[in-house]
């Protein structure tokens, strides 16, 4: 079974400060991953994923994501923060034997201060 | 135009009532599902059709009845509703089934059960 770990429900950084949202997962097989944004009252759009080509993902919006097999991680940054970047992050997973579905993590709300 | 709408986007209803929630996308996508997203924010999978066959059928109440009459459709029929069913139902498509597959959502129909 695979399962992720968004570590801290709430990040709050200053406006042009580095963003760092981080996301552990666990799987059997070889992983896919996922960063999902949902703006208040919006459905979650796609931010980046990680299919096994490259280790560093570049996304929308300036962020990007690392994969790190060694250390079960797919941590989402950004280099300087904005006030539009205020949103709840998803990290993913996919790619079990089962099938089909994807799992979620928790969220992490990242807030931004001015 | 919205790629994948929902309807309706508000739904307040007594306990013990008949709801549906429609959902539509013009994306061609081959596979639709249903996730539900409570009240903090933890987005769960009910359901997802391929081609209008039932692939995912998660571990939930069978008051929950989802049908799909072609494949850019897919409706979610609730009977006898309870107040543990008060959420945000998302209904979201992807390409095909496979694990890499981005998936798009819908905007989201908020239900409120008094």
């Known amino acids: 079974a695979q399962s992720v770990t968004q570590l801290g429900s709430h990040v709050s950084v200053s406006e042009g400060a580095l963003v760092l949202l981080r996301c552990n997962y666990s799987s059997s097989v070889p992983p896919y991953l996922f960063w999902y944004v949902q703006y208040p009252n919006q459905g979650l759009q796609l931010l980046l994923k990680y299919t096994s080509a490259a280790t560093l993902v570049k996304g929308i919006n300036g962020f990007e994501a690392e994969f790190k097999k060694s250390e079960t991680s797919f941590h989402l940054t950004k280099p300087s923060a904005h006030m539009s970047d205020a949103a709840e992050y998803f990290c993913?997973?996919?790619?079990?034997?089962?099938?089909?579905?994807?799992?979620f993590g928790a969220g992490t709300r990242l807030f931004v201060k001015a | 135009d919205t790629a994948v709408s929902q309807t309706p986007k508000y739904l307040v209803t007594q306990m013990g009532n008949d709801k549906s929630i429609k959902c539509e996308q013009n994306l061609g996508h081959d596979t639709m599902y249903w996730y539900k997203q409570d009240s903090k924010k933890f987005l769960k999978i009910m359901f997802s059709?391929?081609?209008?066959?039932?692939?995912i059928n998660e571990t939930v109440p069978n008051r929950f009845s989802p049908k799909s009459p072609d494949k850019a459709h897919l409706n979610l029929h609730i009977n006898s509703l309870e107040l543990g069913d008060s959420a945000v139902y998302f209904c979201?498509?992807?390409?095909?089934?496979?694990?890499?597959?981005?998936?798009?959502f819908g905007p989201g129909t908020r239900l409120t059960v008094l």
């Open positions: 059709y391929n081609n209008k066959e039932l692939i």
């Open positions: 993913a997973v996919s790619g079990d034997t089962g099938g089909f579905k994807t799992i």
């Open positions: 979201a498509s992807s390409q095909g089934s496979a694990s890499t597959d981005t998936q798009y």
